[in-house]
């Protein structure tokens, strides 16, 4: 690679991490927010009536040294008769010298308010590890002792939201971390800020045919010191096994998605993003693959397909 290319990547990288810690360190964004609500929202736990395993991984901004790689775990099951939920979320998240690791356990409470309408009223609790490596930089004076080591912070939190739903729609109010933490190095040099998140998403199931389901769904996030995130999605679910859809992440990135019933219980998906904005020359666009298992109810041994 060229020596200016070079540089050009490494300022965009400076700016993309100075630009998050100074206006507040940001929770991982998915693509596919609809496959993986309980990252945002602790009432989804228990929500799709068996127990119910994910894991999604995305590599953003490819082509780009130091861009972002996420990975994600959770699982959630009823613990009651009555529907109430029991969830774990781990998230892992890399960017240039910096990890950040999210564990939160999740508990939702369900209410029945008509024949075919819940609520869920949930909490969370955990935690966040953050790890800044000062020695992954490719410093201009390595002799600096301010720009040297390894900080590393843990920050515990607790969060709560709401989870309104029937089988044809949902809608969904959460906020994550209701602590807001400020992290300091030893000089006090460096700064990394966590801050209370507010999300609302929603999302609406048509029957356009026997064959053919349309899902529009989106999902708001803001954050204070940042600009409003809002991401729509358009879906359509073919024969009960094959998704396809796009989305559009408010002046960022147009997306793709796919996804596949491969047996019952075990669903497969894949989303492409590319940047709208100038970053778009710098990168390949985004990738983001998730497998999901609803592990089979007992009673009926086939979960009911369900488009979120």
């Known amino acids: 690679?060229?020596?200016?290319?070079?540089?050009?990547?490494?300022?965009?990288?400076?700016?993309?991490?100075?630009?998050?810690?100074?206006?507040?360190?940001?929770?991982?964004?998915?693509?596919?927010?609809?496959?993986?609500?309980?990252?945002?929202?602790?009432?989804?736990?228990?929500?799709?009536?068996?127990?119910?395993?994910?894991?999604?991984?995305?590599r953003q901004w490819v082509g780009l040294d130091g861009a972002p790689t996420t990975s994600q775990f959770s699982i959630h099951a009823p613990i009651s008769y009555q529907g109430h939920g029991l969830g774990l979320s781990v998230i892992h998240d890399e960017i240039g010298p910096s990890t950040d690791?999210?564990?939160?356990?999740?508990?939702?409470?369900?209410?029945r308010l008509g024949y075919d309408t819940w609520l869920n009223l949930a909490v969370m609790a955990g935690g966040s590890s953050l790890v800044v490596d000062y020695n992954k930089l490719d410093l201009y004076d390595k002799d600096d002792p301010n720009l040297s080591?390894?900080?590393?912070?843990?920050?515990?939190?607790?969060?709560?939201?709401?989870?309104?739903?029937?089988?044809?729609?949902?809608?969904?109010?959460?906020?994550?971390?209701?602590?807001?933490?400020?992290?300091?190095?030893?000089?006090?040099?460096?700064?990394a800020k966590e801050q209370m998140h507010f999300y609302l998403m929603g999302g609406y199931v048509f029957d356009l045919s026997h064959s053919v389901k349309f899902k529009p769904a989106t999902v708001i996030k803001a954050v204070s010191g940042a600009p409003l995130s809002?991401?729509?999605?358009?879906?359509?679910l073919i024969n009960e096994r094959l998704t396809l859809g796009a989305a559009y992440r408010w002046d960022a990135a147009v997306s793709f998605l796919a996804g596949f019933e491969v047996a019952p219980g075990m669903q497969i998906g894949y989303a492409y993003d590319r940047d709208t904005t100038p970053l778009g020359n710098y990168n390949n666009g985004s990738h983001e693959v998730f497998v999901r298992f609803d592990i089979m109810?007992?009673?009926?041994?086939?979960?009911?397909?369900?488009?979120f």
């Not at 690791?101 to 209410?111: G, H, P, Q, R, V």
């Not at 809002?230 to 359509?236: E, G, L, M, P």
């Open 1 to 58: 690679m060229k020596q200016v290319g070079m540089k050009k990547i490494v300022l965009v990288c400076l700016g993309l991490l100075s630009a998050l810690w100074s206006y507040g360190q940001q929770e991982p964004q998915f693509t596919q927010y609809m496959y993986n609500t309980i990252s945002v929202n602790p009432g989804y736990a228990g929500t799709r009536g068996t127990m119910s395993i994910f894991g999604l991984h995305r």
């Open 149 to 191: 080591g390894r900080l590393s912070r843990f920050s515990p939190n607790f969060g709560a939201g709401a989870y309104l739903h029937s089988e044809k729609w949902y809608i969904g109010f959460s906020i994550p971390s209701f602590l807001e933490t400020h992290f300091y190095d030893d000089y006090k040099n460096s700064v």
């Open 297 to 307: 109810n007992l009673k009926n041994r086939i979960v009911n397909p369900r488009f």
């Open 101 to 111: 690791t999210y564990i939160n356990a999740s508990f939702s409470y369900k209410l």
């Open 230 to 236: 809002v991401d729509v999605t358009a879906n359509f």
